[in-house]
């Protein structure tokens, strides 16, 4: 019985693990198969297999710029600045930008002007869990001083500021300094005042001009806009993240 009982047991420990490892070969073959189409320039077929493993969060820098590659190649705009988007956050390479600046101004796009602010931004974004993480721990060192200097009857004037600060430091980054850009995938996109198809529309944006995100109201995502926050259908836009 015990014998039955630990071969159960391994059955259970080991069928979650087999089912991952076939998962991960199945994703692996479709991947080179698309690639094998991709090389035989059989473009549309390959985009299908790539999007299929793309959607199950399998995916390389080389396949995301092949997806552009080939959604620029059928004329879809905001597809092509999707796939663009994220290749340079899976590479960094900062010709992808270059490229995304040179369609934005072909077809007359905003939001891919890159300033020193939204490098500063781009850079907050992508460290923000290593950033959060030095900070609560400089805010525990100085929570320990704190009470350390309470105990010996001194008063922790510098401990208690950097404990303010850093705390509301720490909420800014949690509450404040954190936007995800958006591109539209739609031939269009209605940009309204408020969270309702009812409120004023503000602009009609064609596919592919980009937009950052700063949160979420239902199916609404709140946006900006030359300076403005404004509200745009989710099922609108793409979201830039992996």
């Known amino acids: 019985m015990k014998n039955l009982q630990a071969w159960f047991l391994k059955i259970i420990i080991t069928f979650p693990f087999l089912l991952y490892c076939l998962s991960v070969n199945a994703q ?16 549309t077929q390959s985009l299908e297999l790539y999007q299929a493993a793309f959607n199950e969060q399998k995916y390389s820098p080389a396949m995301l710029l092949k997806m552009a590659y080939i959604q620029e190649g059928l004329g879809k705009i905001g597809p092509t600045l999707y796939y663009l988007k994220l290749y340079n956050l899976a590479s960094n390479d900062e010709q992808a930008l270059n490229k995304m600046e040179e369609l934005a101004a072909k077809f007359k796009l905003s939001g891919y002007a890159e300033k020193d602010a939204d490098r500063f931004q781009r850079w907050i974004n992508k460290n923000r869990m ?24 001194q008063k922790p004037w510098a401990s208690a500021v950097a404990i ?28 309204m005042e408020g969270p309702s198809v009812g409120a004023p529309v503000v602009v009609l944006l064609a596919e592919g001009n980009l937009l950052e995100s700063t949160g979420q109201e239902d199916v609404w995502l709140k946006v900006k806009w030359m300076n403005k926050i404004v509200y745009v259908k989710k099922n609108s836009v793409m979201t830039v993240a992996l």
């Not at 993480?133 to 009857?153: D, E, P, T």
């Open 164 to 191: 303010l600060l850093f705390s509301a430091l720490i909420f800014y980054l949690n509450n404040f300094y954190s936007s995800n850009p958006v591109i539209v995938g739609n031939d269009h996109a209605y940009l």
């Open 28 to 43: 692996t073959q479709r991947i080179a198969k698309a690639d094998s189409l991709f090389r035989a320039k059989q473009y």
């Open 130 to 153: 290593l950033i959060q993480a030095a900070v609560a721990g400089i805010l525990s060192i100085a929570a320990f001083s704190f009470f350390v200097q309470r105990k010996q009857h």
